[in-house]
Structures are given as C-alpha cells and as structure tokens.
C-alpha cells in the first residue's frame, strides 16, 4: 500500500507540474493571440487608412485630369481666337494698305490734272514716299 501511496503521490506530483506547465504555455499562448490579435487589427487599420488615401489620391487625379483637359481646351480655343485675330489683322491691314494706294493715287490724278504749280513736285514726291511706307507696312 505504501509503494502506491507513494506512486500517487509521484504522479500527482507529475499531474500538477504538467497543469502549471499547461496554464505558463496557455498563459503564453494567450500573450501571442493577444499579440496576433492587436497585430491584425494594426494591419487591418493601416489598409483601411491606405484604401481611404487611394481613394483621395484618386479622387484628386480625376479632378486633376479633369482641370488639366478643361485647361488645354481653354488653351486650343485660345489659340483659335489669337489665329483669327490675327487672319482680320493681316486683312484689315491689307485692306488699309489698298486704301492707301488708292487714295495716294487719287490725289496724284487729282494733282495731274490741275494747273502746274511750283510745290506740285514737291506733293509728288510726298505722296510717291508715302506710298512706299504703305507697301512696307
């Protein structure tokens, strides 16, 4: 009887350093979870703020895209506007060109057929230097 008495006592001594083992390794065991857990609720809220950048990050490339497009419209319409103004310009200044002779002709026709006069030269040639600065122009 002794001999299992002390058996027992041998094994139950072996049951109780196992169930302070077991309690250390689920008390371990628990820390990692614990750490497991908090390490994935970082990650989770580091993709969470990363999805929500991206998405502004996003949202901000349309809107840039979009002013960059409405800008080069802007610009191709301005374009457009400087080319015509500048068509009339070169017509408008033709036109005066032509106006020009016309009236410098005009005046020479008219002096032609007056009655000689001592500045008559003189209006000649005016008119003919006018002339020739309105062809440069």
Known sequence: MPL?????KEKQAQIEQ???ALEAKSTAL?????QLDQSLAARHQS????AHEHEKRQQAQQ??????????????KGDQANSTLRTQLFQANQQINSLQRELN???LRQHSSSPSSPSF????????NYTQYALYA
């Open 4 to 8: 299992v008495q002390a058996q027992l």
């Open 18 to 20: 196992l169930r302070k």
């Open 30 to 34: 628990n820390q990692v979870q614990e």
């Open 47 to 50: 993709l969470t703020t990363f």
């Open 63 to 76: 809107e840039l895209d979009h002013t960059i497009n409405e800008a080069s419209e802007e610009l191709v």
């Open 105 to 107: 002709l005009a005046r």
């Open 121 to 128: 030269p003189n209006r000649l040639d005016s008119a003919l």
